[in-house]
C-alpha cells in the first residue's frame, strides 16, 4: 500500500504562467558599491602600510637603544679616563726610571687599569680615534686654535689636545684640535708687493 501523493503534487500549474525574473539592481547602486569597495581597500592598504612603518620604526628604536643608550655614562666615563691620561702624561722616562719599585708599581698598576678601562669602552661600542693630519671637519673635531706650519694644507688636523670618541657611527664626544693655517702667501716677483728688486723701483731712480 502506497501513500497518495500530495495535493499540491496532484495539483497541475496552470498553463501559461510566466516565473518571475530577477529584480535588476540600479547601476548607481552598482557603481557606489564598486566605489566603496575601492575606498574600502585602499583603507586597508594604508593601514597595513602604516603598521609595516611602525613595526620597522619600533625596531630602529630598540636597536638604537641597544647601541646609543649608555652614550651619557660613556661620556661620564670617560671623564675618567682622561683624568688617568693626564696622570701617566705627567711621568717621563727619567721620573719613571728613576722612581723607587713602589711608584714604579703604581705607575703600572694606572697603566693596567686605563687598558681595561679601553677594553670595557670598546666592548660597548666606544672607540677612540685622534685625527692628526686629516682634514678637518666640523662634526667630529672641535677647533682650539690655529697653526701656522707648511707641513700640512690649510684646514687640517696640525695638532691633537684630546682624543675623540664614537659610540657605534655617532659622535661621542669631538676630538679637540690645533688646526692648520698654512704658510703665508708670498708675492710673485715683479709685483709691487714683492720688494724694491721690481722693475719699477729700478727705472724710479733720479
Do not use: C
Not at 547602486?29 to 581597500?41: D, I, M
Not at 666606544?126 to 692628526?132: A, D, G, L, N, T
Not at 702667501?185 to 715683479?190: C, E, I, Q, V, W
Request: glycine share 8%; no cysteine.
Amino acid at each position: 500500500m502506497t501513500d497518495k501523493p500530495a495535493e499540491s503534487d496532484m495539483a497541475a500549474k496552470p498553463e501559461g504562467e510566466a516565473v518571475a525574473a530577477p529584480e535588476m539592481v540600479p547601476a548607481e547602486q552598482v557603481t557606489a558599491a564598486l566605489e566603496a569597495a575601492a575606498e574600502f581597500k585602499d583603507r586597508l592598504l594604508r593601514t597595513l602600510a602604516e603598521m609595516e612603518n611602525l613595526r620597522k620604526r619600533t625596531e630602529r628604536e630598540v636597536a638604537d637603544a641597544r647601541v646609543y643608550g649608555i652614550a651619557g655614562f660613556a661620556r661620564d666615563v670617560l671623564a675618567v679616563a682622561d683624568n688617568m691620561h693626564r696622570a701617566l702624561g705627567t711621568v717621563g722616562d727619567a721620573e719613571r726610571n728613576a722612581a723607587d719599585p713602589k711608584v714604579k708599581a703604581l705607575i703600572e698598576g694606572v697603566e693596567l687599569t686605563d687598558r681595561e678601562l679601553m677594553k670595557v669602552l670598546e666592548k660597548y661600542g666606544v672607540k677612540k680615534f685622534s685625527p692628526e693630519g686629516e682634514k678637518f671637519d666640523p662634526n667630529m673635531h672641535e677647533a682650539m686654535y690655529e697653526v701656522p706650519t707648511t707641513d700640512l694644507p690649510a684646514g687640517h688636523v696640525a695638532q691633537v689636545m684630546q682624543a675623540g670618541y664614537m659610540l657605534g657611527d655617532r659622535v661621542l664626544r669631538p676630538a679637540m684640535v690645533g688646526v692648520s693655517k698654512g704658510a703665508p702667501k708670498t708675492a710673485p716677483k715683479g709685483s709691487p708687493a714683492y720688494g724694491n728688486d721690481s722693475p719699477q723701483s729700478d727705472s724710479a731712480a733720479k
